[in-house]
């Protein structure tokens, strides 16, 4: 029998969940999408419980559980709901430990959906990531100041302040200091990571309209756009929409998005900039119909030097760090982002932004908004 947290006077419903969720060894939470109550825990989810909430039981609901806020909960359990997404993963902390969530609806014949929570323990993995992390970010802080000098002396050689050095010499060293570039690159992507991370970037905070950050985005990345022959259309849905939030970071992470969009379309192609309310968030989203992101690498996707794909990236000129810079920015902009993506069809990332209150977006007058 499922342990049940409702009082005897409430009949919360109940998912038929059987032995396989009373016996999983992560621990699950069914939870009522109306509410937001903690309706049913396996046994492995009461000891959590224990565990994270000894001094206050009134706080146990899926807000305190999943760290989201109403608001943003009840916009997830809709797009789960209405089948645009099939589950939403989350990173929640409690205490010392670090949880990779899973919410997917869960529908029982004869009553109501139900949201199912499945927690599953990653602090051993954080750890380890967190301490190889470090190293990178020591290694790359030393190697920036020799590189930056070779790439000086290289400098000198190829503009002849070093004397005369035969072509075949000066192509080789021509190929170096493309190399330099690249590690350069790498290093102070790294190090922008670490200094958001640490609080020590300065962000330079406005209200703007966002359709002036997603056209600037968009005018930045034309010549990649015609290098790889994909059209790039703005769709507004809701007009209007107003964020505070530092215009040349955020052109920063879509340029980023973009460019990651443009470059995994075929020649032809086209990526979509998408600008609407969701829930009480401004949505940005880059969709393209593109190769798409295998399974197996959609959860690790933020991490450093992710690179997945096909396409050759000396070609593109990726680092596998874009998209933790990106999750970076965004989030110290209070926001989020998330995406979803299907091999073969396509990948759309959104960028949920808070909106300032008390301006009001209007729906765009045009068909196929939803
Ligand atoms: P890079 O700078 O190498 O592009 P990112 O961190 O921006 O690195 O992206 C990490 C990986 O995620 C990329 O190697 C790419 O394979 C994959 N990726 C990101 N966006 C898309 C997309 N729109 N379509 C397909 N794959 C993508």
Do not use: Y
């Amino acid at each position: 029998m499922l342990e049940n947290t409702n009082h005897a006077h409430q009949s919360p419903p109940e998912l038929n969940t059987g032995r396989f969720f009373n016996d999983l060894s992560d621990p699950a939470f069914v939870i009522d999408p109306k509410t937001l109550t903690i309706c049913q825990l396996n046994k492995s989810a009461l000891r959590l419980k224990d565990d994270i909430n000894q001094n206050n039981a009134s706080q146990f609901d899926a807000e305190f559980l999943t760290g989201v806020s109403a608001v943003d909960l009840k916009a997830q359990i809709a797009e789960l709901s209405s089948h645009d997404r099939d589950v939403v993963r989350l990173e929640v902390c409690h205490l010392d430990f670090e949880f990779d969530v899973s919410l997917q609806i869960m529908w029982s014949s004869g009553s109501e959906p139900l949201l199912v929570a499945i927690f599953r323990d990653v602090s051993a993995r954080a750890g380890v990531d967190r301490k190889t992390n470090e190293l990178v970010s020591t290694v790359s802080h030393e190697l920036r100041s020799p590189l930056t000098a070779i790439k000086g002396a290289m400098g000198l050689i190829l503009s002849g302040a070093a004397g005369d050095v035969s072509v075949k010499a000066l192509q080789m060293v021509e190929i170096a200091q493309r190399n330099a570039d690249r590690l350069i690159l790498i290093i102070n992507d790294i190090l922008d990571l670490d200094k958001i991370k640490d609080g020590a970037m300065v962000f330079d905070n406005t209200e703007i309209e966002l359709i002036e950050t997603v056209n600037d985005s968009v005018e930045a990345i034309v010549g990649f756009r015609d290098r790889f022959d994909v059209q790039v259309d703005v769709d507004v849905q809701d007009e209007g929409l107003i964020s505070n939030i530092d215009p040349n970071r955020i052109v920063q992470v879509l340029v980023n998005l973009l460019s990651n969009a443009i470059k995994f379309s075929p020649a032809g192609g086209r990526v979509t900039v998408q600008l609407k309310l969701h829930g009480q968030l401004n949505r940005i989203s880059i969709i393209d119909n593109g190769e798409g992101i295998p399974v197996s690498d959609q959860k690790s996707l933020f991490g450093r030097f992710m690179q997945v794909g096909s396409k050759n990236r000396a070609a593109t000129g990726g680092t596998g760090l874009g998209l933790s810079i990106v999750k970076a920015i965004v989030e110290n902009q209070g926001g989020k982002i998330s995406f979803e993506s299907q091999e073969g069809v396509g990948s759309t990332f959104h960028v949920d932004l808070p909106a300032v209150v008390g301006k009001v977006a209007v729906k765009a007058n045009k068909s196929g908004s939803d």
